[in-house]
T-cell receptor
Framework: QKEVEQNSGPLSVPEGAIASLNCTYS??????FFWYRQYSGKSPELIMSIYSNGDKEDGRFTAQLNKASQYVSLLIRDSQPSDSATYLC?????????????FGPGTSLSVIP | EAGVAQSPRYKIIEKRQSVAFWCNPISGHATLYWYQQILGQGPKLLIQFQNNGVVDDSQLPKDRFSAERLKGVDSTLKIQPAKLEDSAVYLC???????????FGEGSRLTVL
């Protein structure tokens, strides 16, 4: 079983809509969860981190974590063409004491003007 | 604050040749990661250093890949001999204390012919 799974997409949404990106992970004891954005030909950059169950909002972005379901999501409100990128879910598994960071395969998002 | 520096940005080699990539992390960042990102996939962790010690190299193909971080600052990743399937972007990232955020360099794109 893969450690971090995401819908590969591509996900297409119209400008102004809400984009919903989903991620599941296999290690039930995982403690730290991250969403990175990667534009084509560029390196990943952190957009959200979340450590406890519930929602965390930052501007147009909301991360949601449900540890019981081993599920983390990212909502992008009022999507803009500049949000078109690949979104990578990343997790720190519990069994490591040294902050290993495992990435999922990414979901490609396209925001249509 | 200077970011993570990597070189070279691009490298083209023939199979069975060798190549080396260099990374200089953000000053003061004790944790350094090397990831391999094949086109269309998420980053795969190859090796993680804490200061100058290896804390995880479980996914490093040790028959051909090696890495070192001798003085706990900059790091070198070497591939010898290269195979066609090593064609990828090699990303270096560093992490500072009291934060889960990884800061990535621009990456080194390797093409093996």
């Amino acid at each position: 079983q893969k450690e971090v799974e995401q819908n590969s997409g591509p996900l297409s949404v119209p400008e102004g809509a809400i984009a919903s990106l989903n991620c599941t992970y296999s290690d039930r004891g995982s403690q730290s969860f991250f969403w990175y954005r990667q534009y084509s030909g560029k390196s990943p950059e952190l957009i959200m981190s979340i450590y406890s169950n519930g929602d965390k909002e930052d501007g147009r972005f909301t991360a949601q974590l449900n540890k019981a379901s081993q599920y983390v999501s990212l909502l992008i409100r009022d999507s803009q063409p500049s949000d078109s990128a690949t979104y990578l879910c990343a997790v720190t598994p519990w069994e490591t004491s040294y902050d290993k960071v495992i990435f999922g395969p990414g979901t490609s998002l396209s925001v249509i003007p | 604050e200077a970011g993570v520096a990597q070189s070279p940005r691009y490298k083209i080699i023939e199979k069975r040749q060798s190549v080396a990539f260099w990374c200089n992390p953000i000053s003061g960042h004790a944790t350094l990661y090397w990831y391999q990102q094949i086109l269309g996939q998420g980053p795969k962790l190859l090796i993680q250093f804490q200061n100058n010690g290896v804390v995880d190299d479980s996914q490093l193909p040790k028959d051909r890949f090696s890495a070192e971080r001798l003085k706990g600052v900059d790091s070198t990743l070497k591939i010898q001999p290269a195979k066609l399937e090593d064609s990828a972007v090699y990303l270096c990232a560093s992490r500072g204390p009291n934060t889960g955020e990884l800061f990535f360099g621009e990456g080194s794109r390797l093409t093996v012919l």
